[in-house]
């Protein structure tokens, strides 16, 4: 059974920075892509930036270009996502997601999910 487990989340004022951890278990995920969406209240899920476990493929949505970091510690089954300078608009529950294949900008095309984090930015 796949396990996501996010960690990392927090109370940050604007311009801070805040790395998440998405630890994954229950199966060998070299043939998966790795998201990270947000969720802000009363808004749609929406894309934060994707990595492959066997590539260097990447993807990060254009509000968070120069500001976020994906990254992966094959060793540890565990992605990252480092934050800098964070804004008040950053503000949201954070998910890590797991799908095979391929990384996807759509979050129905991922078939795992962790619980969630939520980040707070405040001005």
């Known amino acids: 059974q796949v396990q996501l487990v996010e960690s990392g989340g927090g109370l940050v004022q604007a311009g801070g920075s805040l790395r998440l951890s998405c630890a994954a278990s229950?199966?060998?995920?070299?043939?998966?892509?790795m998201g990270w969406f947000r969720q802000a209240p009363g808004k749609e899920r929406e894309p934060v930036a994707g990595?492959?476990?066997?590539?260097?493929?990447?993807y990060y949505a254009d509000s968070v270009k120069g500001r976020f970091i994906i990254s992966r510690d094959n060793a540890k089954n565990t992605v990252y996502l480092q934050m800098n300078s964070l804004k008040p608009e950053d503000t949201a529950v954070y998910y890590c997601?797991?799908?095979?294949?391929?990384?996807?900008?759509?979050?129905?095309?991922?078939?795992?999910w962790g619980q969630g984090t939520q980040v707070t930015v405040s001005s």
């Open positions: 990595i492959r476990w066997s590539s260097v493929s990447t």
């Open positions: 997601a797991a799908k095979q294949g391929s990384i996807a900008t759509m979050w129905a095309a991922y078939d795992y």
């Open positions: 229950g199966r060998t995920f070299s043939n998966y892509a």
